[in-house]
């Protein structure tokens, strides 16, 4: 595995954990639910292949994504905690995911010791670069036009991928949901912003042209 929480670990030492964690790594076909209520349980998952959507479905049954994650990446349900709205993980493709329990990885035995800092700390890098990323989207959604939301969710997505054309890692149903606004408008905002040459969008690649 690539993913961060095992940086500075070797392969053969990461299978060595991944036993004494006691995880199951599971295969999950589009749109199939990883975890349900996911603020009540203590498991965290290492997204090996595939992508999934943090969902919130709130009283009146409206949906948001909360956050979209991909290959390498990892969740902790405790981090999504929710008292007032169900939070599910869904995948948005075929993936393949490894879980294991949390307070399993605070109990390893004595001479996993070493292993166990380097992924704690590990896990503390990941929450900061998370916070960092709560932030921005914060900063998008407090956004006041649609228009102005998009500009800087596309942004944000350009500065990431360091240049100007980048491919879209949601559909636009679920980028309405991420952004929390109505598809139709979102589609008749992107019809304008097309119409005066601010943005290329073929499928879902995305060109920024200012």
């Known amino acids: 595995m690539t993913t961060y929480i095992f940086k500075g670990i070797s392969d053969n030492d990461q299978k060595k954990l991944l036993t004494q964690l006691y995880a199951k790594t599971l295969h999950y ?22 992508s999934v959507n943090i969902i919130r479905i709130d009283y009146n049954g409206t949906k948001t994504i909360i956050e979209t994650l991909g290959k390498d990446e990892i969740f902790y349900a405790q981090t999504f905690k929710s008292d007032n709205n169900e939070l599910s993980i869904i995948t948005q ?5 490894t879980l294991f329990e949390y307070t399993t990885m605070l109990n390893l035995k004595p001479r996993y010791q070493d292993l166990q800092r380097k992924m704690l700390d590990n896990f503390t890098q990941i929450i900061i670069d998370k916070l960092n990323q709560n932030m921005e989207r914060i900063q ?10 998009l500009l800087a969710y596309f942004q944000n997505e350009a500065k990431k991928h360091h240049r100007k ?4 890692n949601l559909s636009l149903t679920d980028l309405a949901d991420y952004l929390a606004i109505d598809r139709s408008a979102m589609m008749r905002e992107i019809k304008h912003l097309k119409e005066d ?3 290329i969008i073929e499928k879902k690649r995305v060109t920024l042209l200012v």
């Open 165 to 168: 054309v980048f491919k879209l």
């Open 93 to 97: 493709e075929e993936s393949r995911i």
């Open 197 to 199: 040459r601010i943005i």
């Open 140 to 149: 998008i959604l407090t956004k006041k036009t649609i228009r102005e939301k």
């Open 29 to 50: 076909h589009k749109g199939s639910t990883v975890l349900n209520n996911v603020g009540k349980t203590d498991m965290m998952g290492i997204i090996n292949e595939g």
